[in-house]
């Protein structure tokens, strides 16, 4: 009797893969067409620039990796904006005692397609905190205090300990403002705003609140060395400014944005809007809606947003 045929099975091993972060790569005003870093695969204009984009990522049910690589390319998400609002958070508390926290904001997307729709606050895109010491805030002039801020973007950060993506808020853009002693038109404080993204750090321009008995006035340097690329301003007098009733008139103050390089012509304009009654009467805190111009880039719309906190 013959014996049976021996059958040799290879088995094979699974090898494991090391997730290595890529390179940082240099950021030019093309970043925002190139491939997304963490991912590395390409994401449609049309996609980003739809109304629902938070919405659709948000999905537990999409595609991780089409989730991730939309969530980690903020400057292609900021070049697609066209208006947003910013929404800064009520303190109550400094109604009754005299102590002042540090500022936080939320900015939310506005609806490309129907500009004239008010931006609501649905599509939350990017958030800001203030850092700041207790004796410069209650020591200290608002307008020139030292503070650090972060513009923290919505992003996709893979965990190796659980092996997957997960949702977190990523450092963006970097404010920063030294103290200086300030009379009048001397020494203004100056407001220098960084591009702090996936290892790469640069610097995007500078704000400076400048002197005015009648406006506020802001000017946007792209370099320091140079004239002002853009200002902000608006009248101090305006109704919304000075009156927080709710009427039409009190419910409105607009600031306008122009292009110093193009003698002064007006390109967009910021409005601080009303919001409720309880954060009207009880606090400091604002809400702006600014519309971008159809024209800047990723780069100037982050020195106007810088402006406005």
């Known amino acids: 009797m013959e014996n049976p045929p021996i ?90 005692c005299p102590c002042e926290f540090e500022n936080e904001y939320t900015i939310y997307a506005g ?31 608002s307008f020139s205090r030292e503070f650090a801020m972060d513009i923290r973007y919505k992003g996709m950060e893979y965990n190796e300990l659980i092996s997957q993506y997960g949702c977190t808020w990523l450092p963006f853009i970097a404010l920063r403002r030294e103290y200086k002693c300030t009379c009048c038109c001397i020494n203004r404080p100056v407001l220098t705003v960084e591009l702090n993204y996936n290892g790469i750090k640069e610097q995007l321009g500078y704000v400076i609140n400048e002197f005015n008995c009648c406006l506020f006035s802001f000017a946007i340097h792209e370099r320091k060395e140079e004239k002002a690329s853009y200002k902000v301003s608006g009248d101090c007098c305006q109704c919304g400014i000075c009156c927080n009733c709710p009427c039409e008139k009190c419910m409105r103050a607009v600031f306008d944005m122009y292009d110093c390089k193009n003698y002064g012509k007006k390109i967009g304009e910021i409005k601080k809007i009303w919001s409720t009654c309880v954060k009207e009467c009880c606090s400091d805190a604002n809400e702006y809606i600014i519309t971008f111009p159809g024209a800047a880039t ?11 906190l």
């Open 7 to 96: 059958v040799q099975i290879d088995v094979v091993t699974p090898q494991t893969v090391d997730h290595q972060p890529e390179a940082a790569v240099a950021v030019t005003d093309d970043f925002a067409n190139t491939r997304t870093p963490a991912i590395g695969k390409p994401v449609s204009n049309s996609l980003l620039a739809s109304n629902n984009l938070v919405d659709q990522s948000m999905n537990p049910n999409a595609d991780t990796a089409m989730t991730a690589q939309i969530l980690n390319d903020p400057i292609r998400l900021l070049t697609n904006l066209v208006r947003v609002r910013i929404v800064q958070k009520a303190q109550y508390i400094e109604t009754f």
């Open 111 to 141: 609806n490309p397609h129907d500009p004239d729709v008010e931006v609501e606050k649905i599509n939350k895109v990017f958030t800001c905190k203030e850092r700041s010491t207790c004796f410069q805030r209650a020591c200290c002039a």
């Open 298 to 308: 990723w780069r100037q719309k982050a020195l106007f947003l810088s402006a406005i």
